[in-house]
């Protein structure tokens, strides 16, 4: 794809992926955040950024909100990456208001989001993460059974171990989406 780029920025890898796929199925270039600059992204017509989401926000999105001014007349598109099941509208729902803590009113307006679930591997985790992950685990396991979700069920029936949700297919919607933009 002319003058398109995707840029990234991932811990564990899931990210990473989604992003391959993008550029690969785009046929345009391809840079972690850590080397590319807010200037270089000046030169694309359109900018694809990922991050996971950690805590509730989007790492490495501050790409994005700073050089927003510099690049808000480009075609922007987010991803997010992370484990909560995107069938749950309460999930994206709680997605979207965290993006929108971070984004001003203009860029909502003017940049595309998607969410994409990933994956995670304990054994990889960092200890703050798997420290985060524990408290989780511990908060749930006293939750009352009857009130707990199918995603609450399901992060006890996987805690622990290695789980990859990451699907390709599930780029379609970011896919046309760019795809229309040319």
């Known amino acids: 794809m002319k003058n398109a780029v995707v840029v990234?920025?991932?811990?564990?890898?899931?990210?990473?992926?989604?992003?391959?796929?993008i550029a690969s199925d785009l046929s345009c270039e391809l840079f972690e955040k850590k080397d590319i600059t807010a200037k270089k992204l000046?030169?694309?017509?359109?900018i694809i950024y990922g991050g996971g989401l950690y805590a509730g926000g989007v790492n490495g999105i501050q790409l994005i909100t700073k050089a927003f001014d510099q690049i808000k007349d480009k075609n922007l598109v987010v991803y997010t990456?992370?484990?909560?099941?995107l069938q749950d509208p309460n999930n994206?729902?709680?997605?979207?208001?965290?993006?929108?803590?971070?984004?001003?009113?203009?860029?909502?307006?003017?940049?595309?989001?998607?969410?994409?679930r990933g994956a995670i591997d304990y054994s990889k985790l960092s200890t703050v993460h798997k420290i985060m992950m524990g408290t989780l685990h511990k908060m749930l396991l006293k939750k009352d059974a009857a009130a707990r979700t199918?995603?609450?069920n399901q992060f006890l029936e996987t805690y622990g171990k290695s789980v990859d949700f990451t699907d390709k297919q599930s780029l379609s919607p970011l896919l046309y989406h760019v795809k229309s933009l040319y």
């Open 8 to 21: 990234y920025s991932s811990k564990y890898g899931s990210t990473k992926k989604y992003a391959e796929w």
């Open 42 to 46: 000046k030169q694309y017509d359109t």
């Open 81 to 85: 990456c992370g484990l909560a099941d």
């Open 92 to 116: 994206v729902q709680s997605i979207r208001k965290s993006l929108n803590k971070v984004f001003t009113q203009e860029m909502q307006d003017n940049i595309q989001v998607f969410h994409l």
């Open 150 to 152: 199918n995603e609450d």
